[in-house]
Structures are given as structure tokens and as C-alpha cells.
């Protein structure tokens, strides 16, 4: 299995509180991807990284933001939680030759009340 | 964007084939078609894919028909741990290394049950 942690694994916050998201790799994969998955919605993109420092927006991008200073670590942020932001939230990495073949993380259950 | 459209749920016995079906009317020539499936409570997982020739692999075969405006994920023997949903997915042709090169967009899938 391809080396993907998230932490936390679950969380529970409050409306307006910031929370950040920690994906870790040890593969040294240059792709790193955040997505959410809603019922009813499948898995969206919100933001992906092609480099360290280097990311863009998904389709579902408002309300997060993210940073990747290391080729390890890719963060999520919700600057000021909102109850549509529950949801549970997938990291994955892919290589540059192969970066459609995305290894995903076991997930993080986010709540917001 | 091309889209796909695929059966909301199948069911099929242990140790039988299945056969997920997938419509791409709309596929251009350069997207590729791609198969990932999640299992209960896990990130999805790659399966598969191929642009114009059909693919076996050991999880599994891809058959892409011949106008490419449909393709079929063949499992050849059922197994419980199967039982997952199987996502049919476009993605569009990139230059390897470009900045969008790995973007998937997962639609809603197949719900896969397996009978013992």
C-alpha cells in the first residue's frame, strides 16, 4: 500500500472555528489532491498540488484553502468552518508518469456543528 | 467535459462474471477511460484503464467498444470483497508532468453487491 496518512482521522468542530487537514506521504509523489465526499455527490476536487508550492483550485475550491511547502505534507484549510463542510475528506498522491493512478488515504470524517 | 454514464446498482453471485457497463457518447479522442472502485469505508482504488484497445490486468478487463462511446468492465470471477462502487471515468488527455495531468473528475458509480 502506497504510504498515505491523514490526521486526523476524525473530527468534530464548531461553526466559524478554522481547521486544518494534514495529508502525509512517504512515496515522494509530485501530485497530491484533496477531494470531499458528500452523499448524493460522489468525490470532488477541491484543490491539488503539482509541486511543492505549486497548486490550483477544483471544482469545489471556495472556502478551502491549502499549502504544500514540503514534497511530504499537503494542508487543508477551512479558514471558518460551515456546516456544509461536513463531510469526509480523501487525500491522494500520484507520480508525474503515472499521475492518473491516484493512491488515496483512509480519510478524515469531518464534522461541523 | 464529456460525460459518463453508468447503471446505479448491479448485483451479481460469488464466482460469477461481471460485467459493468459504462456510456461515453460524448468521449473526444484524446480521453482516456479510467475504472477505480471504493470499497466500504476506503478511498477509492485504481483499477484500470485504456484509450482505443481493450486491457486486461489482475484485477480485472476493460472492453472498449469500437466507436469508444461505451466501454465494459469485465470482473471474470466475483468475489465478496468485490462489493464496492465502480466509478467509469474520463480523463483528458495531458502531457505527462503538466499541471492537470492527473485530474479525475468521479461521477456517482455503480453500486456492486456480491452474493455468496
Known amino acids: 500500500d502506497a504510504g498515505i496518512t491523514q490526521s486526523p482521522r476524525h473530527k468534530v468542530t464548531e461553526t466559524g472555528t478554522p481547521v486544518t487537514l494534514r495529508c502525509h506521504q512517504t512515496e515522494n509523489h509530485r501530485y497530491m489532491y484533496w477531494y470531499r465526499q458528500d452523499p448524493g455527490h460522489g468525490l470532488r476536487l477541491i484543490h491539488y498540488?503539482?509541486?511543492?508550492?505549486?497548486?490550483d483550485k477544483g471544482e469545489v475550491s471556495d472556502g478551502y484553502s491549502v499549502s504544500r511547502s514540503k514534497t511530504e505534507d499537503f494542508l487543508l484549510t477551512l479558514e471558518s468552518a460551515t456546516s456544509s463542510q461536513t463531510s469526509v475528506y480523501f487525500c491522494?498522491?500520484?507520480?508525474?508518469?503515472?499521475?492518473?493512478?491516484?493512491?488515496f488515504g483512509p480519510g478524515t470524517r469531518l464534522t461541523v456543528t | 467535459d464529456a460525460k459518463t454514464t453508468q447503471p446505479n446498482s448491479m448485483e451479481s453471485n460469488e464466482e460469477e462474471p461481471v460485467h459493468l457497463p459504462c456510456n461515453h457518447s460524448t468521449i473526444s479522442g484524446t480521453d482516456y477511460i479510467h475504472w477505480y472502485r471504493q470499497l466500504p469505508s476506503q478511498g477509492p482504488e485504481y483499477v484500470i484503464h485504456g484509450l482505443t484497445s481493450n486491457v486486461n490486468n489482475r484485477m480485472a478487463s476493460l472492453a472498449i467498444a469500437e466507436d469508444r462511446k461505451s466501454s465494459t468492465l469485465i470482473l471474470h470471477r466475483a468475489t465478496l470483497r468485490d462489493a464496492a462502487v465502480y466509478y467509469c471515468i474520463l480523463r483528458l488527455s495531458a502531457n505527462a508532468g503538466g499541471t492537470s495531468y492527473g485530474k479525475l473528475t468521479f461521477g456517482q458509480g455503480t453500486i456492486l453487491t456480491v452474493h455468496p
Open positions: 491522494a498522491i500520484s507520480e508525474t508518469s503515472r499521475a492518473y493512478e491516484q493512491y
Open positions: 498540488s503539482y509541486g511543492v508550492k505549486d497548486t
